[in-house]
């Protein structure tokens, strides 16, 4: 059975620097990879997916992640947070193959700081 | 982007109630629903798959007896917590997806925080 590690659970950061929330997946077969972001309140939004092609995903409000398979990896980095990025990201995987079931991390909490 | 809505947002219920989540895709058709539960600091859990028209698909370990899932239209899935006890307390979250393709993104209800005495 597959997996998603986070193994940040908080993620304090100053307000325009960088920050880098990991994840690490285990499956025995190939996987699709996503980040949701949870603001407070409200529903997971998706931050970005990786499905085939090239390893370094962009997507929404600045993030990216890289997909680096030999290490089962899928962090997300953003070169310069806002107070605005506070919230809950999770990582989370589709094994191909396995319908459309999503399995998610833990999450991990962003908390930007003036 | 598509919207999905959950009504209501927060529920109390007494011990032995039962209680009905309502799903509701806004601006589009969803072939498939999901339902999950999450756990305060934890991740979100798949409860089941539910296709328009047919049975819902329950996760190892779920009750199908005590969480009744209908997904009589294509717009529209419900949850039923039957005989609530507070070990039910939770936040229950609903997703979307247009087709029932594994690259297909899901899209998220704001939840619901079901908290029974």
């Known amino acids: 059975a597959q997996s998603v590690t986070q193994l940040d659970s908080q993620v304090p950061v100053f307000e325009e620097a960088p920050v880098e929330l990991r994840c690490n997946y285990s499956s025995s077969v190939s996987v699709y990879l996503f980040w949701y972001v949870q603001y407070p309140n409200q529903g997971l939004q998706l931050l970005l997916k990786y499905l085939s092609g090239s390893t370094l995903v962009k997507g929404i409000n600045g993030f990216e992640a890289e997909f680096n398979k030999s290490q089962t990896s899928f962090h997300l980095r953003k070169p310069s947070v806002h107070i605005s990025d506070t919230a809950e990201y999770f990582c989370a995987v589709i094994v191909t193959g396995g319908g459309n079931k999503l399995t998610f991390g833990t999450g991990t909490q962003l908390k930007v700081e003036l | ?117």
Not at chain 2, 15 to 41: H, N
Not at chain 2, 98 to 110: A, E, M
Request: charged share 20%.
């Open chain 2, 1 to 117: 982007g598509a919207v999905v809505s959950q009504h209501p947002s927060r529920v109390i219920c007494k011990s032995g109630t039962s209680v009905k989540i309502e799903c509701r895709s806004l601006d589009f058709q969803a072939t498939t629903m999901f339902w999950y539960r999450q756990f305060p600091k934890q991740s979100l859990m798949l409860m089941a798959t539910s296709n328009e028209g047919s049975k819902a698909t329950y996760e190892q370990g779920v009750e199908k007896d005590k969480f009744l899932i209908n997904h009589a239209s294509l717009t529209l899935s419900t949850l039923t917590v039957t005989s609530a006890h507070p070990e039910d307390s939770s936040f229950y979250i609903c997703s979307a997806t247009l087709d029932r393709f594994s690259t297909d993104t899901q899209y998220f209800g704001p939840g619901t925080r079901l908290t029974v005495l």
